[in-house]
């Protein structure tokens, strides 16, 4: 990695970017480290879940004061941590993502995005990650599963990093990965059936159609409940992933948070060929009202993404449309 940082520098990156991918290298390894020992950390009783993702927060803080960073704003809280204001960088984060899993020994990640502190704006310093995902300068996450690997982008493709655990070093595997079109695999949590908006519903039933459906081929589910984890499959195997939102309290506006996950992870999939969106808008073209935002989210390949967004399209029609035709989906291309 350092070596294509180095020469990615040389081609015109920024230095300070450089600096701060690896600094978040560090924070990964560490990480990897809590993680594999699990349980048995001195002083994480219990509750391990809660111990980890505390150490994570503090963990990754500490890699960034050293870094060139301005501000850090993550998951976890509510406002920014300002670490120098005389920096150039602000960087927004989810240091323990699928937390959840941890005790299923699950695939867990570290997501975060960097972006550049405007010279001038409204709000001052604080208001430097409310900017839309576009203006991004480097996105990446790092995946904690059989093997430890950091997806990243430096806006000049998607590259894939794996950490030899013998040297510390992570190494390039894969270089400018794009997302196959041809994957026939989707990944939702389709217990929630009941509560999605009628667009989704409409596309997962003919996935589950399979070659009798409009769609004329079948399809598998996957769902392991770790968004990076999903990605990694999808971005070497394709397919789609969504998290829709739905009429549950408090998933309305969805439940994948803008800043810290949406973003970085829209920008992993344009950079690899796919593609990004809330259902109605690209995710990158959305502007932030808040650091934990929370938006519907569906990444994949580019076709699949586009297909899930005219479904959206054409959901008023079939609103409208006979029973015959819901069957049928003679609406649904």
């Given at each position: 990695m350092e070596e294509h940082l180095a020469a990615w520098r040389k081609s015109g990156g920024r230095d300070d970017v450089a600096v701060t991918i690896m600094a978040l290298a560090v924070g990964a390894r560490e990480m990897r480290n809590k993680i594999a020992v699990g349980p048995l950390l001195p002083g994480s009783g219990p509750d391990f879940q809660q111990h980890l993702d505390d150490d994570a927060v503090e963990l990754f803080r500490g890699c960034l004061e050293q870094s060139p960073v301005a501000i850090v704003g993550t998951e976890k809280n509510e406002t920014v941590k300002i670490l120098d204001a005389s920096r150039r960088l602000a960087v927004a984060i989810d240091p323990l993502h699928g937390s959840s899993n941890i005790d299923t020994n699950l695939s867990t990640g570290t997501i975060f995005a960097i972006f550049p502190v405007p010279v001038s704006g409204v709000g001052g310093i604080e208001t430097a990650l409310m900017q839309p995902g576009r203006e991004q300068l480097a996105a990446g996450f790092f995946i904690y599963g059989p093997n430890a690997a950091l997806v990243l982008t430096l806006r000049q493709g998607t590259h894939v990093f794996t950490l030899d655990p013998r040297d510390g070093h992570f190494y390039l595997t894969k270089s400018n990965l794009k997302v196959p079109e041809s994957g026939n695999e989707y990944s939702i949590n389709a217990s929630n059936y009941r509560h999605w908006q009628r667009a989704i519903r409409d596309y997962i039933d003919d996935l589950i159609a399979g070659v009798s459906g409009p769609r004329g081929k079948d399809f598998n589910m996957r769902w392991s409940a770790s968004m990076v984890a999903e990605s990694y499959r999808i971005l070497g195997r394709g397919g789609i992933y969504l998290y829709p939102r739905d009429s549950r309290p408090g998933y309305e506006s969805g439940r994948v948070g803008l800043i810290c996950e949406?973003?970085?992870?829209?920008?992993?999939?344009?950079?690899?060929?796919?593609?990004?969106?809330?259902?109605?808008?690209?995710i990158l073209d959305l502007v932030p009202t808040s650091l934990r935002q929370r938006v519907p989210l569906v990444v994949g390949s580019a076709e699949k993404v586009g297909r899930v967004a005219r479904y959206f399209a054409d959901a008023p029609a079939r609103e409208q449309s006979s029973p015959l035709f819901n069957e049928r989906g003679l609406f649904r291309v």
């Open positions: 949406a973003n970085p992870m829209a920008l992993i999939f344009e950079e690899a060929g796919g593609g990004a969106t809330d259902g109605v808008n690209r």
